[in-house]
């Protein structure tokens, strides 16, 4: 099993070097964890055949980055560029996500919509600001300009429509609002 896992981490990582960034095949998923290798062999074979071509960092193939210049995070939080059917659009504007957050299965952060006059034209992008350790349930929607402060839980098919910047709360619904004060001393960071 050891002669196995070796060829498969030379094999990655010379994948990894020829296809992705090195900035980011480091930290808890690549230093002590095939996980974030494995990820980087299934990205790199789908960059063959046209998926995330511009990808600096390894994304799953069902998942949209519309510019990866525009998004900052910490690189042991990774796996957020896993989830299945995530879309992270931020064309003329930043996605900012905090350490230790948790982005779920299909999951959108828009930071542009359309001119409702003109649907041909987009309104000028405004930045999407997630927090440390907040965790977006499944098919929840970010819309541009929305701030979540830290330890911000979104519950499952939220529409976040206006910014919850103080945190420690659980907001849900469409338009989401805050369902749920979270106590600051149970919090862990």
């Known amino acids: 099993m050891g002669l196995l896992k070796s060829l498969f981490l030379f094999i990655a990582r010379i994948m990894g070097r020829i296809f992705y960034d090195s900035r980011y095949l480091r930290g808890r ?16 074979l789908l960059k063959l055949i046209a998926y995330n071509l511009k990808s600096p960092w390894p994304v799953d193939h069902s998942c949209e980055v519309t510019n990866y210049n525009n998004i900052i995070f910490d690189v042991d939080d ?8 995530s879309y992270f659009q931020c064309t003329n504007a930043k996605i900012i996500i905090g350490k230790g957050t948790q982005i779920a299965y299909g999951v959108g952060l828009i930071t542009e919509n359309h001119d409702v006059y003109d649907i041909r034209k987009h309104q000028p992008g405004k930045d999407i600001r997630i927090g440390n350790n907040c965790w977006i349930g ?52």
């Open 29 to 44: 998923y690549f230093d002590n964890s095939l996980l974030g290798w494995k990820w980087v062999v299934q990205g790199a």
């Open 138 to 189: 499944m098919n929840a929607v970010l819309l541009p300009g929305t701030t979540l402060g830290d330890h911000t839980v979104v519950g499952a098919g939220a529409v976040v429509t206006k910014s919850f910047p103080d945190g420690y709360v659980v907001i849900a619904g469409n338009p989401a609002k805050v369902i749920r004060t979270l106590n600051k001393a149970d919090c862990v960071d």
């Open 78 to 85: 990774m796996q957020i560029f896993q989830r299945r059917g």
